[in-house]
């Protein structure tokens, strides 16, 4: 079992920065990916930013150049950079932790607005 806290979340105006953070506890060993999915209010869930074990990241496109996601392994936690937020970023975040079985867990979600 894997347990994750999120926190960063909050109100910011367009063209501003928030970072999201993910860390993870119980078993960690056995972790492959971490990054974040995003859920706007009507919509699909969609995913925003992984990062493997070993480092590579993947980002939708709607984010590239924009967001940047860092993992510090030793520490179990995962970071999500958001620079030049969007009215259009405005979503719940969801942490996710893929376990090397396939197993995924997710966090509890937090809010992020941006205003316009």
């Known amino acids: 079992q894997v347990q994750l806290v999120e926190s960063g979340g909050g109100l910011v105006q367009a063209g501003g920065s928030l970072r999201l953070s993910c860390s993870a506890s119980?078993?960690?060993?056995?972790?492959?990916?971490m990054g974040w999915y995003r859920q706007a209010l009507g919509k699909q869930r969609e995913l925003v930013a992984l990062?493997?074990?070993?480092?590579?990241?993947n980002y939708v496109d709607s984010v590239k150049g924009r967001f940047t996601i860092s993992r510090d392994n030793a520490k179990n936690t995962a970071h999500l950079h958001m620079n030049s937020l969007k009215p259009e970023d405005t979503a719940v975040y969801y942490c996710?932790?893929?376990?090397?079985?396939?197993?995924?867990?997710w966090g509890q979600g937090t809010q992020v607005t941006v205003s316009s």
């Open positions: 990062i493997s074990s070993g480092g590579s990241t």
């Open positions: 996710l932790v893929r376990h090397v079985t396939g197993v995924e867990y």
């Open positions: 119980g078993s960690t060993f056995s972790i492959n990916a």
